[in-house]
């Protein structure tokens, strides 16, 4: 069962402040001012040492589109952290520059640091939350020492759990898996220990998540709240990089915490399938000649026959059906038309994948693959191996014309209308991305492609992320990176992978190509896998591993395989099944992938970036003041904002609903009503927070307490959790780097 404790009932009113404070501001000696609501800005403050944890953090607000100003530690030139640096007046208004502070530890700073003090002042005074991103256990913190019980060390491998408090982890099912991805790595470090069984008057400890303290019964806190002194700290005792599974299920959690729910910006967990060459028939890798005949890597001579291409039965499509509907799980169906034409050539005028696929059409999305997936791009000259632009006389590349381009796309058109398939017609994806530049044979895009995407109406464009990484205008088109799945296309067989596999990342001492040994972006096997057992045992865990931490990364863009990896051993449904096994074990009912169709993707990838140069220029104001939120932007931008389950858009009459549920809360895109110039946001009154008086006695009390607390101390650091673990061969963590030669024009 899933945990039921979500953000927006688990906030107390003292969790989330919205306090008065003197007319004049918070440096103002005039007490008797008349008492306001103060406005909080949705920004974060992060003051950065340029470690892994700090460098997450923020990798999460950048990712989600949520506002935040780093001060770094290290630079001698940083502005200092002082009341009128952290907060001022505004209208008459007291104001908070930053509704939550991120600190590399509790304590960076000096003893008796005045940075720290007014820091602590600050957050007394408006109620605002600190993260210390990595710190050791110490009754400082309202925790013992990690000794008696305690454990100091390791966690590689460990299953940490949420606690039944939750907190702002509702979204989780419950488990927290430590990453073990190398026996020779150390890639994480913690401090357990246990709350102090007396803590001082008025100050307590929460944890939120914990894990088992070695040789004890008892549980240590990972992350935890301590409350004291009108203060609220999220103490998290171990140290992580952005890539890690363990930081990537606790991320939102920890902005959610921070920002009390209410901030600028969004968070969800996608996933789409596209399986490429539908109808088509994929060439087979050769294990004798160590490339694929049909293809452009097979040395010039060779034979380049194909006898046996890898392609669909019926029996594979009502499989496909079935698993789809068992999974809840929608792929997207690239298909090419002519392939379907070219097999009722050789058979006798029908095609019973085709009437298969078209019976069970409302299972699937579908989208234009080109009509028989030839090479777009410069005409191949592949008298070389590899190939490169046929030129003319003059040395001119010779490109394939915008007739044949468009011919493609609109034939496929025509083909999926006459069987009865709805396919939007903005969409396309060219075979092998071709027409788009590759490196380093086609560094341009082929001229003729955008003409042809003009003249067919096409808007979104797939292109392959490994090489094209950032959405980019192609003509009319926006592109949608895709990342490769690391299951070859030219392979039908479990068997057949393995060897590619190990020729692709198998030094040349043990038979393989070689081509991992010196590679910035691969590591090579050890040893050759056992091509029986290397599929199941080694490959399918590594690829879902990676294609989850991309589900887990907010990042909306698409996997793809090909058809031929459903067809025979099925060898692309363990990777999937894995992929959506783990995904459910992890998180609760409340928080599902969300698989968009291609054109959505592209919409969101274009947002985002409308959004993020916006917030980058400083041309977005976001503040909170009691239960009102307003954002104000350039005219036809649309913000994105996560808010507690209730919350309601103000129009000039009424309200309207905001957002859409996930993970316990509401997030969206939205922009101003009719006639109105920003976004006004209304908390309800279940999430409104209480009004409590902040006193300037209170604050100076805080910055005493500062004063007098000792600074952390430099923490250890493991060197995979400074930089990304390897997961294996053809990823560095950071970016999965795929092996795909480009084919050409096919039958």
């Known amino acids: 069962m899933g945990r039921t404790t979500r953000l927006a009932t688990a906030c107390t009113a003292a969790a989330m402040l919205t306090l008065t404070w003197p007319a004049a501001g918070p440096s103002s000696a005039d007490a008797t001012a008349a008492a306001v609501t103060p406005r909080i800005d949705l920004r974060v403050l992060v003051v950065d040492d340029g470690g892994p944890a700090t460098q997450a953090i923020t990798a999460e607000l950048d990712s989600a589109g949520t506002p935040y100003t780093t001060l770094d530690l290290n630079s001698a030139a940083r502005p200092q952290i002082t009341a009128a640096y952290l907060s001022d007046t505004v209208s008459g208004r007291p104001r908070a520059k930053f509704q939550a502070v991120v600190l590399p530890n509790d304590n960076p700073f000096g003893a008796?640091?005045?940075?720290?003090?007014?820091?602590?002042?600050?957050?007394?005074?408006?109620?605002i939350?600190?993260?210390?991103?990595?710190?050791?256990?110490?009754?400082?913190?309202?925790?013992?020492?990690?000794?008696?019980?305690?454990?100091i060390g390791s966690l590689d491998g460990v299953t940490a759990a949420v606690t039944a408090t939750a907190g702002p982890f509702g979204y989780l099912q419950g488990n927290v898996p430590f990453e073990d991805n190398s026996p020779t790595v150390g890639e994480s470090y913690a401090f357990l220990a246990t709350p102090l069984a007396t803590q001082a008057a008025g100050a307590t400890f929460t944890s939120y998540v914990d894990a088992p303290i070695q040789g004890s019964t008892a549980r240590g806190s990972l992350v935890g709240e301590y409350s004291h002194e009108g203060r609220r700290e999220l103490v998290?005792?171990?140290?992580?990089?952005?890539?890690?599974?363990?930081?990537?299920?606790?991320?939102?959690?920890?902005?959610?915490?921070?920002?009390?729910?209410?901030?600028?910006?969004?968070?969800?967990n996608y996933f789409a399938?596209?399986?490429?060459d539908v109808?088509?028939?994929?060439?087979?890798?050769?294990?004798?000649?160590?490339?694929?005949?049909?293809?452009?890597?097979?040395?010039?001579?060779t034979d380049q026959s194909d006898p046996d291409p890898i392609r669909m039965t019926p029996a594979d499509a009502t499989y496909l059906k079935q698993w789809s509907a068992a999974n809840g799980f929608t792929p997207d169906l690239m298909y090419n038309g002519g392939g379907s034409e070219g097999y009722k050539a050789e058979h006798g005028g029908t095609d019973p994948l085709a009437t298969q696929l078209i019976a069970d059409k409302n299972a699937y999305r579908w989208v234009n693959h080109t009509y028989t997936h030839p090479y777009l791009g410069c005409v191949q000259d592949v008298s070389v191996v590899p190939w490169k632009c046929s030129t003319t006389a003059t040395g001119a590349v010779v490109w394939t014309s915008k007739a044949d381009i468009t011919a493609q796309i609109k034939d496929n058109t025509t083909w999926a209308t006459q069987h009865g398939l709805t396919v939007n017609k903005q969409e396309l994806l060219t075979g092998e991305h071709s027409g788009l530049k590759i490196l380093p044979q086609q560094p341009l895009d082929n001229p003729n492609l955008a003409t042809s995407l003009s003249a067919t109406?096409?808007?979104?464009?797939?292109?392959?992320?490994?090489?094209?990484?950032?959405?980019?205008?192609?003509?009319?088109?926006?592109?949608?990176p895709r990342f490769p799945m690391n299951v070859f296309y030219n392979a039908g067989?479990?068997?057949?992978?393995?060897?590619?596999?190990?020729?692709?990342?198998?030094?040349?001492?043990?038979?393989g190509s070689g081509i991992c040994e010196g590679s910035a972006t691969s590591t090579c096997l050890d040893t050759p896998l056992d091509t029986a057992t290397g599929y199941?045992?080694?490959?399918?865990?590594?690829?879902?591993?990676?294609?989850?931490?991309?589900?887990?990364?907010?990042?909306?863009?698409?996997?793809?395989?090909?058809?031929?990896?459903?067809?025979?051993?099925?060898?692309?449904?363990?990777?999937?099944?894995?992929?959506?096994?783990?995904?459910?074990?992890?998180?609760a009912a409340s928080t599902p992938i969300v698989n968009l169709r291609m054109a959505d993707i592209s919409a969101e990838l274009a947002r985002r970036a409308a959004w993020d140069t916006a917030v980058k220029a400083n041309k977005v104001t976001a503040y909170r003041i009691g239960d009102t939120v307003t954002v104000t932007g350039p005219s036809g931008l649309q913000s994105t904002a996560s808010m507690p389950v209730g919350t309601r858009q103000a129009q000039l009459i009424g309200t309207t609903a905001f957002g859409g549920a996930y993970a316990g809360q509401l997030s969206g895109w939205v922009a101003p009503g009719s006639l109105q110039s920003s976004v006004t946001l209304k908390l309800t009154a279940a999430v409104t927070p209480a009004v409590v008086t902040a006193t300037p006695a209170k604050a100076a009390q805080s910055a005493q307490v500062a004063k007098a607390k000792a600074p952390a101390q430099a923490l250890p650091v493991p060197t995979g959790a400074t930089d990304p673990v390897p997961y294996g061969p053809g990823d560095t963590g950071k970016q999965k780097q795929h092996r795909k030669n480009t084919r050409a024009a096919r039958r």
């Open 112 to 127: 008796g640091s005045a940075e720290m003090a007014a820091l602590a002042a600050y957050e007394t005074a408006f109620g």
């Open 129 to 151: 939350p600190q993260v210390d991103a990595y710190t050791y256990a110490r009754p400082e913190v309202g925790l013992n020492y990690a000794q008696d019980p305690g454990y």
């Open 236 to 268: 998290v005792t171990f140290v992580y990089n952005q890539y890690q599974q363990q930081f990537r299920l606790l991320a939102r959690g920890m902005v959610e915490w921070m920002t009390q729910g209410i901030h600028l910006g969004a968070d969800r």
């Open 273 to 276: 399938l596209h399986m490429d």
């Open 279 to 301: 109808l088509l028939g994929d060439d087979r890798w050769n294990p004798t000649l160590n490339c694929t005949p049909g293809d452009v890597d097979c040395a010039v001579g």
């Open 457 to 480: 109406g096409v808007t979104v464009l797939g292109s392959d992320n490994s090489r094209d990484p950032q959405q980019r205008k192609v003509g009319p088109a926006l592109t949608v």
């Open 493 to 511: 067989k479990a068997s057949e992978e393995v060897d590619e596999y190990n020729w692709i990342y198998t030094r040349a001492a043990d038979g």
């Open 536 to 587: 199941a045992s080694y490959i399918v865990p590594l690829e879902a591993r990676t294609d989850l931490g991309h589900v887990l990364s907010n990042n909306p863009r698409p996997h793809y395989v090909h058809q031929s990896n459903f067809a025979e051993d099925r060898i692309a449904y363990p990777v999937m099944e894995k992929i959506l096994g783990d995904y459910k074990n992890l998180y």
